[in-house]
């Protein structure tokens, strides 16, 4: 499985380290939703799960506040029949660490990702 990569190579030196923080805990969260996705677990998959999806991805059990963002991954998807203010609301409201999951018109699903493009 690959990855979205690390914030040390995405960032120039001196980003700061909450910026940092966000970029990986994104890429970790849609890591393990993925797998948790193969797994057919949902938001509501339990700490245990998460450690499994973890491992099987081949990362260590994540923070409190990664499994909260790997959980939001796995909400409900958002699709293009969402009202614009329903997308704006789940796009704005997963700044700045939490995917969001959506599903296009063929019923294919991806992960939208916030990683600063500033810093």
Known sequence: MSSIGTARHFHPEGT???ICRD???AALATVVAAEAR???YGPDLSDEQIDECAELAGRKAPSATS????RAAL???ITA???????AAAVFGSLPSHPVRVRDRDGREY??????ATA
């Open 16 to 18: 700061p380290g909450d």
């Open 23 to 25: 970029h990986n805990r």
């Open 38 to 40: 193969r797994r057919g």
């Open 67 to 70: 499994r909260e963002a790997i």
């Open 75 to 77: 909400g409900a998807p």
């Open 81 to 87: 029949d969402d009202a614009p203010e329903a997308v």
């Open 111 to 116: 992960f939208l990702v916030p990683i600063p």
